[in-house]
Structure formats: C-alpha cells, structure tokens
C-alpha cells in the first residue's frame, strides 16, 4: 500500500507522455497534409501532372 502513490504518479506521467507524443505526432500528419494539397494545387495551377494515363485494357474488343 506504501508503494500506490509511486505507481499512480508512475501511471500519470506515462498518460502525460503518450498524449504529447501523440500530438507531436498530429502536427506531423498536419504538416505533411498541408504540404502535399500546396503541392497538389500548384501542379494544378501549372497544369502538370504525375501521373500517366492508364494503359487501354487488353481484353478490349478491336474495331474491325
């Protein structure tokens, strides 16, 4: 019973850790997100692309 104040303070600071820790880790995903719409809206603006047109299936009927 000695011991419960120094497991609950134990239990505390580790909450305290892995919520800073977790929003560290929204900022991140914020600022990634943020930077890849700049990126999206810019390529738009120039009218650049990074990605290819597909490929026409191959089973597809010929015209004969």
């Known amino acids: 019973m000695e011991s419960l104040p120094f497991f609950l303070a134990g239990v505390a600071v580790g909450l305290a850790l892995c919520w800073a820790y977790i929003g ?3 900022a991140t ?3 990634y997100e943020t930077y890849i719409h700049e ?3 810019m390529l738009a603006k120039h009218g650049q692309s990074d990605q290819r047109p597909a490929p026409a299936p191959s089973y597809a ?3 004969k």
């Open 29 to 31: 995903i914020k600022l």
């Open 24 to 26: 560290r880790l929204k």
């Open 61 to 63: 009927p010929t015209a």
């Open 39 to 41: 990126r999206i809206d």
